[in-house]
């Protein structure tokens, strides 16, 4: 799926409408916006874009299907936790649903899902997900004072500083 690192993008829960999501998880007021703000900003419309789960909880699913149906990218999701909507829902905001896969980088592994895997980390591999949001481990630069786990790469939001994340920036942090 992934033929060219320097065109992909990721994000994991963002949880657009989420009202709660700033108290739970101690976000900014204005996380959605900057969430908007970032991707526009970040995303050339031919990018493809990897979100890795959780886009919109509790939301008005109206409204949030023309915002996020309007951000750049060739959009693919990976189905979160609290992706309740139908798939329809998801492909009328512009994202192809794509189960968790494993691709390769050079003679490395790359796995990509919404949960972290558990285990011992290969050196050869590296697991790229969401889901724990601001409760585990960073993985690089953006993420300065937060453990990191080996094998692991947590794109939370709140991670990320609110932002897509380059995947080829992630992985020569990670790698180098």
């Not at 899902?113 to 790229?128: D, M, N, R, V």
Request: overall charge neutral.
């Amino acid at each position: 799926m992934i033929t060219d690192i320097e065109k992909t993008w990721l994000i994991s829960d963002t949880h657009f409408g989420h009202a709660n999501i700033e108290r739970l998880c101690k976000r900014p007021p204005n996380a959605d916006a900057l969430m908007i703000q970032e991707w526009q900003r970040l995303v050339p419309p031919d990018a493809l874009l990897l979100h890795l789960g959780d886009v919109a909880y509790r939301a008005d699913f109206k409204e949030w299907q023309k915002i996020i149906a309007a951000l750049p990218g060739d959009k693919h999701l990976i189905i979160g936790n609290h992706d309740k909507q139908k798939p329809e829902y998801y492909e009328r905001c512009g994202f192809q649903i794509t189960p968790p896969f494993t691709s390769s980088y050079g003679k490395k592994l790359l796995t990509f899902s919404h949960y972290p895997l558990e285990g011992t980390a290969i050196a050869h591999q590296l697991h790229i997900h969401g889901h724990i949001h601001n409760g585990g481990y960073g993985w690089g630069p953006d993420t300065a004072g937060s453990p990191a786990r080996v094998g692991h790469a947590n794109v939370s939001v709140e991670m990320t500083k609110y932002r897509p994340v380059h995947l080829g920036t992630l992985l020569r942090a990670y790698f180098s």
